[in-house]
């Protein structure tokens, strides 16, 4: 059965602290991406990665980086949170950048 | 500028009767479509697809219909059982270039009602 972990549930931050969401993937794909989600908008791309070091911007990649070390690993890193980036924050996988990906439970991010 | 656009934010739908869910589209490199299904705090789940080869894709309850002069899809789910309550996200892809990622729609939320 094929796996999208991220590493919480739910989070509560500062505004201003630097914040890591962790997520792996066991299923050997090459494509790894992040969205957010937010009520009437939609699923968003900040940033996805097409191999281990690679990575392109999304359609909402300001402040937000992401680091791509191992294959089955992609960190989003909010340098600074703020409020405006509290959020649903989905990570996913894929085997091609174009087709079915696979995404994780969802962390639930509130930055106060 | 939303490409993939789905302007019913919210269905009802009787449980046994037929759901129909729409999404449109700008982007005419888009060949490829997806539909997802979301439970609250779960991330989206994969349904089923179809090629821009193909008017039709069929997967037990669930059909996807595309009519690419429109640039609309629907997904269709007969019969509608209390399960399916969820929101539904289209997707939809090109072959290559700066479209060859998945590109999402705001989502349907679905509710099948007893």
């Known amino acids: 059965d094929v796996k999208v972990t991220q590493s919480s549930r739910y989070l509560v931050k500062r505004t201003g602290e630097k914040v890591f969401l962790e997520c792996v993937q066991d299923m050997d794909h090459e494509n790894m991406f992040w969205y957010r989600q937010d009520p009437g908008l939609g699923l968003r791309l900040i940033y996805f990665s097409y191999d281990v070091k690679m990575k392109e911007k999304g359609d909402i990649p300001e402040g937000y980086s992401v680091s791509r070390e191992k294959k089955e690993r992609f960190s989003l890193i909010l340098e600074s949170a703020s409020t405006n980036q509290t959020s649903m924050y989905l990570c996913?996988?894929?085997?091609?950048?174009?087709?079915?990906?696979?995404f994780g439970q969802g962390t639930r991010l509130t930055v106060v | 500028d939303q490409q993939v656009k789905q302007n019913s934010p919210s269905l009802s739908v009787q449980e046994g009767r037929i759901s129909i869910l729409n999404c449109d589209y700008t982007n005419s490199m888009f060949d490829y479509f997806l539909w997802y299904k979301k439970y609250p705090a779960e991330g989206p789940t994969f349904l089923i697809s179809?090629?821009?080869?193909?008017d039709k894709n069929e997967d037990g309850r669930f059909t996807v219909f595309l009519n690419k002069s429109a640039k609309h899809l629907s997904l269709h789910i007969v019969p509608s059982q209390p399960g399916d309550s969820a929101v539904y996200f289209c997707?939809?892809?090109?072959?290559?270039?700066?479209?060859?990622?998945?590109?999402f729609g705001t989502g349907t939320r679905l509710q099948v009602t007893l």
């Open positions: 179809i090629s821009s080869i193909k």
């Open positions: 997707a939809a892809s090109a072959n290559t270039g700066t479209a060859s990622k998945l590109t």
């Open positions: 996913a996988s894929g085997r091609n950048m174009n087709t079915e990906a696979f």
